[in-house]
């Protein structure tokens, strides 16, 4: 029974190990679509992973804070959302497996860094 206890605990890790769990995030500047060097090597671990894992589906949401133009705001979710999911493509993921979806611009999150970003997520289809 004890020798059963390592291995049943090996074969959990190893179950995990197989999950694409994590999630990237992707910080942008106050208004910009330009991606920074950090954000490139988000998303080229990002795209690493999804390459490990090729039955998922990469899920890519967009974010940007509410200013006064909620229109121009929500374009900058969009074309943050479109940028990442380019470079994604550009790295080496299948166009098909790819998600776009930009979220409506958020005035609790105020100016701050959270509502600059885009989330890459690895999910199950």
Partial sequence: M???LPLLGLSVLAACASQPARKYVVF???QSVELNDTARNVIAEAARKAQNHPGSIVQVEGYAAAGGDLSADALIAIQR???VA???HEDGVSGDRIR???RAPSSGEG???GA???EI????P
């Fill in 86 to 88: 380019e470079t994604l």
């Fill in 28 to 30: 942008f500047s106050n």
């Fill in 2 to 4: 004890r020798r059963l």
């Fill in 81 to 83: 959302a479109k940028l």
């Fill in 121 to 124: 997520e690895l999910v199950s």
């Fill in 111 to 113: 100016m701050t860094v």
């Fill in 100 to 102: 776009q979806t930009p």
């Fill in 116 to 118: 600059r970003r885009v």
